[in-house]
Every structure is written in structure tokens, then in C-alpha cells.
RNA sequence: GCGCCCGUAGCUCAAUUGGAUAGAGCACCAGACUACGAAUCUGGGGGUUGGAGGUUCGAGUCCUUCCGGGCGCGCCA
């Protein structure tokens, strides 16, 4: 077992048990072994007698003593005292934490890969960005979330993959045709003027970026002047609509994908809602649902307080989604017959339930939170219950520069672009600062401090403490040329001379790497894992600060070989923590800062 | 009007998912460099966790209610 706090509480189990003979195992379930917030309290605290008090029949703090006086014959433990209302402290044997440098040295960046999924199988589907122009801040964040929490659930023992749904079936890309087509008409010369145009489409002109520009040059090289009148004015779009649609998403999904790398996201498959649609799974599904009793034509009621001035009764064809827990039944079909997205949603995610996942998670923007109880109605609804659907709600992201809002428009018009962010931020820094939030809060993005070489930014001051570890293993390999020092020579190290307070504290750090995976895992928060290596990265700072006054601190002691190795096994150990770790972000350790 | 999310130090955010005295960074105050890289470090001040009730051994966390902010609320995706 890797991961030490499992391990004591399996002792504390033992205890508990001989103390308790019959104890039910859902209150066994409950007992848990914590590192204490304050060392005062000793190294790990259990709430076993707590927990287990009433079914026991017996007074928290008798249990305790009752457990801690069992504890106290193990050897691993130095002391178990009760504390407070019925805590069992526990203080560890040093050398039991110290072991569990070999562990780390040994596993290597798999240290705390967990079982905890069982291979599982999981979806997460991510980024989902509409092909209708560049990917901007807001799906960054989405992007970012999904993957780490990808990465996540991967070392927790699920059984992962990525995907992107590509929504290129609505409305909104034949408007994107049309905005293209717009460019088109440019490069050849027209003479219309932008209004003029806007007039001739139907719902007007939506997207007026520049970055359609040279799709718009591309169609004129392909198809000269064939998708237009004689006077270069609009063709009826039977001509040209499905071609420059099918184009213009091409290019912008090729670009998408330019962006999707430089982010360092790699997803495993790509469904497009428009192949969807034209395989027939869709009316499929709609047909599977009527047969199932679960589609009826019915008038829904108007919204309470605010209705819209244009709304009028009008019978629809609606999902019955209330008798899986939503509020209402959603509609299935528009008034021309076709089906509305949630429709063909559905049918993506039936798609999904066929590939036989067991969750399946979307991670979306927080504007997308009133879809939530539907969609999961509908793929309770689907199968039969055997599924779960949960979704990752990612809030607004604010850029700002020193404290002033950012809106840089190069080409997009009104949105910062994620192209412009990794120009200017990195994608490293990019990943870490984004993760360095919790999904649902909103967060402010500040460029300065994203790029500072300070504290202040976790990313570097991360990327810091693995550089300056490597730095140190770099010297010691260059000062002792014929000592092996890999890792696994390392784990061999006699580490008896560990026992200063800050060597303690990021040991104990480290033994809790396995337990941070698998709390960020059942909770799908990777941002954990940022927070974990900031304080990880912390305690090593401390004590490699520690070492300008006290030089029996120091890593690298030309006259104490012995004292070296047991430091240098420490700084190897801490090194693979931080990779690990990052690893997890989607971000790349650095072996020196320049 | 209803639903979801949020409200924590002056600012940006944490808080081991119900655990002990609510923690970091920035900012502020006072100190520290002939260095395994000071790209920093040490110490200090700063809180009625929006308000009020409740649940229990124990509440920032759960429940009720109010206040304030964000998002959503029949054929947008």
C-alpha cells in the first residue's frame, strides 16, 4: 500500500473493531485517519470513536481512550492520545514517515496512482466549442478544467477518455456560412457595403470578425467568382450555402484544433452533432423515446413573472424530463419540424451510453447550469437508470491587467482570444493559473501576475521549487561523479538524519499526495492538485531557506556523505511529487529557470 | 416571480466535504543578503465567514429566512 494514511487506518480499524466487535460496516465506512491542521495535535487524527460512539453505546471519549490504548502496542505508532470531544492524536514512529520516501523513489511519477476507479469507465467531454469562430477565454477555462480532470480520474483508476462534440448542426453555423460568404463576396470585389449585405441575409449578419477574412480569400481562390451573381452581388444560396458551410467549419475547427495543442489538450475522439443527425441516430432516438411512452404533444406553461411579450399557448412535442427530476418537460422539436439541440443532444449522449460508459461528465460553462437537470433526466431516461451523467460547471473568467479589465479584440471583435492569451502567457502558466481556482467561482485572470517570476505566481514559484530540486541533484551528480544517484539507488539511502521539523513537515506533505488524488478524484476538483503542489512547493522552499542559517540543513554537505544521501533522497522524492503532480495539470516541469 | 451557483482579512482566493485556535499570496509595518541562485526570506498587525434563527459532541460547510451579486427560465447552442 502507497499510501500511508490508508495504511494507519486500517490499524485504526483493527482497533476499533476489537473495541467494538460488532460494529456495522457502514459506520466503519465513516472512520477516517486526517493529517491534523496543527502538529500540536500530533501527525494524523481519526474520528473513529466519534463516529462510532453511538452504535457502540458507548461515551465518545471512552471509546477513544478504549482505542487509543490499543493503538499505543503498535509499533508504527509513538503515541495515540484523545483529544477534544472524543479525537484519537496519533503521533507516528519518524521512521514510519520517513519510509515513505523508498516508496516514493521506487513508484516513481506513478506515486499516487489509485485504484479508486476500479476502471470505471468515464467519459468527459470538453471544450465543446462551437466551430463559429476562435476559441476565446471562456472555453479556455472549460478546456483546462476538462483535461486536468481527465488527467485526474486517470491516475484515480478510471477508466478515461476525452472527448469534444463538435456543434455544427444549428442555426448558428448556417449563419456562420453566410458571415463567410460575406468575406467572400469581399474578396471578389463586390461592391455591396456591409449593411447592404446584412439586409439580404435572413436574421441579418452575426459574425463580423476579421478572422473570417481569409476564409473568405480561401473560397475566392477555390471557387472564383462562381457562388456569386454576374455583379457580385448574393446568389441564391442554394448554389453555395452547403459548400461554404462545409468549408468555412472545416477551417474553423482546423483552427480550433491549432489551439486545442498549443494548450497542450489532445482529446481522444471528436463527434460531430451534424454526422449525428445524418446517421439517423437522432430520429432514431426520438422514434425509441415515443415507443417508450416518453414523448407527448403538450401546451407548456408560461414562465412565472417575467413572460416574454411575444409568448402565446402552442402545443409542442416535449420530453417528459419531470418524471426524472426536472422542473418541467423540455421541447423536443422546433415549430419547422426540425429538432431543437437538446433533441439532438440526447441522441449524443445515447451515443455515448452505447459506447458503454458508466459516467458520463460534461464539463460546461455556468451559463449551461439550466440545462443540467434535463440532460440528466434525459440519459437517466435513456438507460434506464444504469448511467450517470454529472456535469462541471465552470464560471466566467475575467481578465485584468494589475486590477484593470483586459479586453483585447485583435481580431475576434468583443473577446479576448485564447491565441492571444498563450502569446502572452504561456501555456504552462495558462493551465496553472486557470487551476488555480476552484471551476465554480468566478476568477480573476491577471496577466501581470500570471507572468510575474514571483511568490505571487503559483506557477512559477511550482515550477521553482522542481528546478531548484533538480539544481541540487544536477550538483551533487557533478560533485560526486561515482555515486549512482537514481532514484531507486537513492531508496536505498539510510534516512535516520531526517529529523528536523521542516524535513518532517515535507515528508508528511508528500505521504499525503495518494489521499489529495483521490479526494480531488471523488470530488472532480483538480484544482486541488494545484493547491497540493503550492503548499508541497512551499515546505520545500522553507527548508531550503532553512539551510542559510542552520547548514545542517543544507542538501549537499561535502563533509557528511551520509546526511547527503538521506537529503538527496528527500530533494529525488520531492521532485517526482511535483511531476507527478503537474502531470496531472497538463503541465511541463522545468529543469532550470533562465 | 421561480430554479441553480456564489458571498470568507483592504484585494485575489483556500479551508482535508461536518472536525480542534478559519489559512495563503498581494498590500501594510519591522527586520535580514561576501548566495547548495536573494527570481528571496523571517517576524508582526489585520476576521461577528453578508444578517438572523435552527440541527449536534462540533457549522464557513447542513436546514429555514432575509440581504446582496452572477447565470438560467417555450422552438439559442
Known amino acids: 500500500m502507497t499510501d500511508l494514511f490508508a495504511s494507519i487506518r486500517q490499524t485504526v480499524l483493527a482497533a476499533l473493531a476489537a473495541a467494538v466487535p460488532d460494529l456495522p460496516p457502514d459506520i466503519a465506512a465513516r472512520v477516517e485517519v ?32 478504549a482505542i487509543a490504548e490499543a493503538l499505543r502496542a503498535d509499533p508504527a505508532i509513538q503515541k495515540a492520545d484523545v483529544a477534544g470531544p472524543g479525537f484519537v492524536n496519533l503521533t ?123 476564409v473568405g480569400e480561401e473560397l475566392a481562390r477555390a471557387h472564383g467568382t462562381a457562388f456569386a451573381t454576374p455583379d457580385k452581388t448574393v446568389a441564391p444560396p442554394d448554389l453555395w450555402l452547403d459548400t461554404v458551410r462545409e468549408k468555412t467549419i472545416d477551417l474553423m475547427m482546423r483552427e480550433i484544433r491549432v489551439d486545442l495543442k498549443r494548450l497542450g489538450v489532445d482529446q481522444d475522439v471528436f463527434s460531430s452533432e451534424r454526422a449525428l443527425v445524418a446517421s439517423g441516430a437522432a430520429d432514431a432516438m426520438l422514434a425509441k423515446l415515443e415507443a ?15 413572460t416574454p411579450d411575444d409568448w402565446e399557448p402552442r402545443p409542442q412535442t416535449l420530453f417528459r424530463a419531470t418524471e426524472f ?57 435513456i438507460s434506464q437508470d444504469r448511467v450517470k451523467f454529472e456535469a462541471v460547471l465552470c464560471q466566467i473568467v475575467h481578465i485584468v491587467r494589475g486590477g484593470e479589465p483586459v479586453r483585447m479584440s485583435k481580431r475576434a471583435g468583443t473577446y479576448v482570444t485564447l491565441s492571444d492569451l498563450l502569446d502572452e502567457v504561456g501555456r504552462d502558466a495558462v493551465r496553472f493559473t486557470m487551476l488555480f481556482r476552484k471551476a465554480d467561482a468566478q476568477m480573476e485572470f491577471d496577466l501581470d501576475q500570471a507572468i510575474a517570476q514571483t511568490r505571487e505566481n503559483p506557477a512559477f514559484y511550482v515550477q521553482y521549487a522542481h528546478a531548484r530540486c533538480r539544481s541540487v541533484l544536477r550538483a551533487a551528480a557533478e560533485a560526486q561523479p561515482a555515486a549512482s544517484l537514481t532514484p531507486e539507488a537513492l531508496a536505498d539511502a539510510d534516512l535516520s538524519s531526517l529529523t528536523d521539523e521542516a524535513d518532517t513537515a515535507l515528508i ?31 515546505d520545500f522552499h522553507m527548508l531550503w531557506n532553512r539551510g542559510r542559517d542552520d547548514s545542517t540543513l543544507r542538501f549537499l554537505q561535502a563533509d557528511r556523505p551520509v546526511e547527503t544521501r538521506a537529503r538527496l533522497a528527500l530533494v529525488a522524492a520531492t521532485a517526482i511529487a511535483i511531476r507527478s503532480g503537474l502531470r496531472v495539470m497538463g503541465v511541463e516541469p522545468v529543469e532550470e529557470m533562465r
Not at 462510532?52 to 458507548?58: D, I, T
Open 34 to 65: 486526517t493529517p491534523t491542521r496543527d502538529t500540536a495535535h500530533g501527525d494524523m487524527a481519526t474520528n473513529a470513536a466519534m463516529v462510532s460512539a453511538k452504535a457502540a453505546r458507548q461515551a465518545p471519549a471512552k471509546l477513544a481512550a
Open 92 to 214: 507516528l514512529d519518524p521512521a514510519v514517515f520517513r519510509a515513505v520516501l523508498p516508496v516514493v523513489l521506487r513508484a516513481g511519477e506513478a506515486y499516487g496512482d489509485s485504484t479508486l476507479g476500479k476502471a470505471t469507465r468515464v467519459n468527459v467531454e470538453y471544450v465543446s466549442a462551437n466551430p463559429t469562430g476562435p476559441m476565446h477565454i471562456g472555453h479556455c477555462r472549460g478546456a483546462v478544467v476538462g483535461d486536468a480532470l481527465a488527467n485526474l480520474l486517470a491516475k484515480a483508476g478510471y477508466n478515461v477518455t476525452k472527448e469534444y462534440y463538435i456543434n455544427d448542426a444549428g442555426a448558428q453555423v448556417a449563419a456562420l456560412a453566410w458571415a463567410a460568404y460575406w468575406r467572400y463576396l469581399q474578396a471578389i470585389g463586390t461592391a455591396m457595403t456591409e449593411e447592404e449585405f446584412s439586409a439580404a441575409v435572413p436574421g441579418g449578419l452575426q459574425y463580423r470578425g476579421d478572422y473570417l477574412i481569409p
Open 292 to 306: 417508450d411512452g416518453l414523448i407527448y404533444e403538450g401546451v407548456l406553461e408560461p414562465p412565472k413573472g417575467k
Open 325 to 381: 427530476g426536472d422542473d418541467v418537460d423540455r421541447p423536443l422539436r422546433k415549430s419547422d419540424g426540425s429538432n431543437t439541440y437538446f433533441a439532438n443532444d440526447i441522441a449524443y449522449h445515447n451515443d455515448k451510453v452505447s459506447r458503454n460508459y458508466d459516467i458520463l461528465i460534461d464539463v460546461l460553462g455556468a451559463d449551461h447550469g439550466g440545462y443540467v437537470p434535463r440532460m440528466k433526466a434525459a440519459v437517466r431516461a
Open 508 to 538: 508528511r506533505r508528500l505521504a499525503s499526495w495518494p489521499r489529495t488524488v483521490e479526494a480531488a478524484a471523488i470530488a472532480r476538483e483538480p484544482h486541488r492538485i494545484a493547491f497540493f503542489l503550492y503548499d508541497l512547493a512551499g
